[in-house]
């Protein structure tokens, strides 16, 4: 018997071991459209179309947010397309996607850990008060929850993203590529390096989820009623919310990029915390300082945003359809 099992032909199956592999395939799929799991793959999936589309946005609006992060320095750009020009120019296309790589593995177990927490409050709370959709301060608390989890995953991909995307082209180029600026920052500051601007960080991630999913499933809603889930209410709500927490945030937003962008040495840093960075943004550039770069930051939002949630609705739907 042995020797008829080893010159078996590979396709030849008995029917026992064909059922074996359906039921384990099925075990598979069961497993895959779990909610959670189903969360997470759609999350993930979400996270690079946003980055995909939205970084080029993101390195204009970060250049813009830290320009005046040097005293005595007069701006080097006048506007957002005046940036992009520039980049371009001194870099090429390339330069508007520098630092792509840690955000995008970054935002895969952001956008991930974000819709598998903001699912578990958003169960949670249902159960408390029999099923009922949330409102909109529910989804406030239940994003910024996800948020302040996601502030632990972004926090060094942001930081090390802003370290690269704020310096300029030429001989003061400090980091040579996105791993020498990983290996320059821990060598100076060990993995505590890692999460530089980690209380400007936490407080825009939760506020910033929080209001996104506030606004999102306000809109959507209203947009689609009977939750058909298709591509247009769900781009527009998604757009729409994406517009309104950005603008919010995004004073909170430049503090946080500028701390961030920050020398690594903490002796040698110019802002100690987020009021102090804020009161000496205000005193070079006035409020101006806080809008930089909000141009380039909603035009990220627009059709990142939106892609992101079309994205993730589309995929948990393809999951639960297989």
Request: proline share 4%.
């Amino acid at each position: 018997m042995a020797l008829l099992e080893s010159i078996r032909p590979s396709w030849w199956i008995t029917s026992e071991e064909r059922k074996a592999g359906v039921q384990a395939q099925k075990s598979g799929l069961e497993l895959v459209k779990t909610p959670r799991v189903k969360t997470i793959i759609s999350g993930t999936f979400g996270g690079i179309s946003l980055i995909t589309i939205g970084h080029p946005f993101d390195t204009v609006k970060v250049k813009l947010q830290t320009q005046g992060c040097v005293a005595a320095q007069a701006p080097l750009y006048s506007g957002a397309i005046d940036c992009a020009r520039k980049t371009v120019k001194s870099e090429g296309l390339g330069g508007l996607y520098k630092g792509i790589g840690p955000p995008l593995i970054g935002q895969v177990f952001k956008s991930a850990c974000l819709f598998t927490t903001h699912d578990e409050v958003k169960t949670a709370i249902m159960a408390r008060n029999g099923g009922k959709p949330l409102t909109a301060a529910e989804n406030f608390v239940a994003g910024a929850m996800g948020g302040g989890v996601v502030a632990l995953v972004e926090t060094p991909t942001e930081m090390f993203k802003s370290k690269m995307q704020a310096q300029q082209s030429g001989s003061s180029v400090r980091y040579a590529s996105t791993l020498d600026c990983v290996r320059q920052v821990t060598r100076t500051s060990g993995l505590r390096g890692w999460y530089q601007g980690f209380g400007a960080s936490a407080l825009t991630c939760c506020t910033a989820n929080g209001l996104f999913f506030a606004g999102y499933f306000s809109m959507r809603q209203w947009l689609d009623p009977h939750e058909e889930r298709k591509p247009l209410p769900l781009f527009l709500s998604g757009a729409s919310a994406g517009v309104v927490f950005t603008t919010l945030i995004f004073p909170l937003d430049t503090i946080k990029s500028t701390l961030m962008a920050d020398n690594s040495h903490a002796t040698h840093r110019q802002y100690n915390g987020v009021i102090d960075c804020a009161k000496k943004l205000y005193a070079r550039q006035g409020f101006r300082a806080f809008t930089q770069g909000i141009a380039p930051s909603l035009l990220r939002a627009t059709p990142g945003l939106g892609m992101l949630v079309v994205t993730v609705e589309t995929c948990k739907k393809t999951i639960e359809g297989l």
